[in-house]
């Protein structure tokens, strides 16, 4: 008798099995075959379908359209220095996680600056801005193997490439304020 009680007590009651479902139901409701049912010949539908059709091409569109569009220089160096102190914190905090996800973003971020400036045609600083997002990569290649002395390595040559552009590229305006030397 008591070995039945317990039984039933481990699997699940028939409430929590509603539930369930009842989740299952309200984030994946089934589109396919309420489409499937209505499609014969419905004007209705056929309307609701091209409305789909164009709101479909419209978010395809903006997400193709987003990232060919230019970040301004500024906001792409921002996110670059915000990532660079990011693995740099988070290399003091010896968190690895943390430095991957951080070089990631910083990889991304001179991958942006090769474009800007090979479209401002600048061949050596886009080739510092490739080098930096290949050492960016290097810092979570070498994390993948443990390896903190070659992260700590790449990490440093990345910090290379921000003098060297920054000796070719930048300037201090007269009210302090860092400027482009090629005004793009
Ligand atoms: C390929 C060139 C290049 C590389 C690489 C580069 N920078 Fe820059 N950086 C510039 C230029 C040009 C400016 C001045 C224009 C500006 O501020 O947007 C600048 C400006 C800055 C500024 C000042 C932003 C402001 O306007 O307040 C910071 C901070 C900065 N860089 C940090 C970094 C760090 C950190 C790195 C490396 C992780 C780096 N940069 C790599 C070219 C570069």
Redo the contacts with the bound molecule.
């Keep these: 008798m008591t070995d039945n009680v317990r039984t039933e007590s481990e699997s699940p009651t028939p409430t929590q099995v509603n539930e369930k479902s009842d989740m299952v139901s309200k984030w994946f409701p089934r589109p396919q075959i309420q489409i499937k049912e209505r499609l014969p010949g419905s004007a209705m539908n056929k309307k609701a379908m091209n409305r789909f059709a164009i709101l479909l091409s419209a978010v395809v569109l903006t997400v193709a359209v987003t990232p060919a569009a230019e970040r301004p220089?500024?906001e792409i160096?921002?996110a670059?220095?915000a990532a660079?102190g990011g693995v740099k914190k988070a290399m003091t905090d010896k968190d690895n996680a943390k430095i991957s996800t951080e070089a990631i973003k910083?990889k991304a971020e001179f991958k942006a600056?090769e474009k800007y400036?090979a479209k401002h045609g600048k061949a050596d600083?886009a080739g510092?801005?490739k080098m930096?997002s290949m050492e960016a990569g290097n810092i979570v290649k070498a994390l993948k193997k443990n390896d903190s002395a070659k992260a700590d390595a790449a990490f440093k040559a990345?910090?290379g490439?921000?003098k060297t552009?920054?000796e070719a590229?930048?300037e201090k305006g007269a009210d302090g304020?860092?400027?482009?030397?090629i005004k793009g």
Excluded: D, E, Q
Excluded at 177 to 181: A, I, M, S, T, V
């Design positions: 220089f500024p160096m921002k670059a220095y660079n910083l600056m400036w600083a510092w801005s930096a990345v910090g490439t921000c552009c920054h590229y930048r304020k860092f400027l482009n030397k």
